[in-house]
């Protein structure tokens, strides 16, 4: 009965140096997975926040130039604007420009 205790803990322990090396691949292709969506995430906000300044620019320009809109589009626009502003923390030129044209 000794044999096989010595037997199942000396596999045991023979396997413990494969394990370890799992576990650090593990790990590497975890923080690699990591840093890659990180990196998608910067981008898919980068996105968001480059169409939102399109979407207002375009439609700050209609304001000015007085053509009819909807209420839809308007409160599609504030809706967009408060994202940019709140979520985004888009500011500067967009935000006095909105100050400017939709008071």
């Not at 045991?12 to 995430?41: V, Y």
């Not at 308007?74 to 967009?80: S, V």
């Not at 985004?88 to 935000?95: E, P, R, V, W």
């Amino acid at each position: 009965m000794t044999e096989i205790i010595v037997a199942i803990i000396g596999g045991f322990s023979a396997s413990i140096p494969t394990l370890l090396k799992i576990h650090k691949d593990n790990k590497l292709k975890k923080d690699e997975q990591k840093k890659e969506l990180d990196e998608i995430k910067k981008s898919l906000y980068e996105l968001d926040k480059s169409t939102c300044k399109n979407f207002l620019v375009r439609f700050l320009r209609d304001v000015e130039r007085g053509e009819t809109l909807d209420e839809v589009e308007k409160e599609r626009a504030y809706e967009t604007y408060t994202h940019y502003t709140e979520i985004l923390d888009g500011n500067g030129y967009i935000k006095k420009k909105w100050n400017k044209v939709m008071k």
